[in-house]
């Protein structure tokens, strides 16, 4: 079975090695018939600390680190700095 891969935005970087990342999903209500969003938020591993607070990356499953962490970042496009 082939690993999950999802894409989402950095919210925190405060730990060492993991990244909080929020993942954003849009999807129809049943009833209501309106187009709602809920996000949710995963630890990933980030073994060198490269990416920051709004940095959009892709993380991917992986076997269990810690308590919270079984996802990994696979990759990511760094925040554009406004000068």
Known sequence: MPKRT???VVVSDKQ???VVVRVDRRFSHATMKKVIRRSKKYHAHDETNAYSVG?????????P????????VVRGEK???VQ
């Not at 940095?55 to 076997?63: G, H, L, M, Q």
């Not at 680190?65 to 996802?71: A, D, G, I, Q, V």
Request: charged residues 40%; aromatic residues 8%; hydrophobic residues 30%.
């Open 16 to 18: 060492a090695k993991t």
């Open 79 to 81: 925040k554009q700095k």
């Open 55 to 63: 940095d959009t990356v892709w993380i991917e499953e992986r076997r």
């Open 65 to 72: 680190l810690s308590k919270l962490k079984c996802w990994e």
């Open 6 to 8: 999802l894409q989402g």
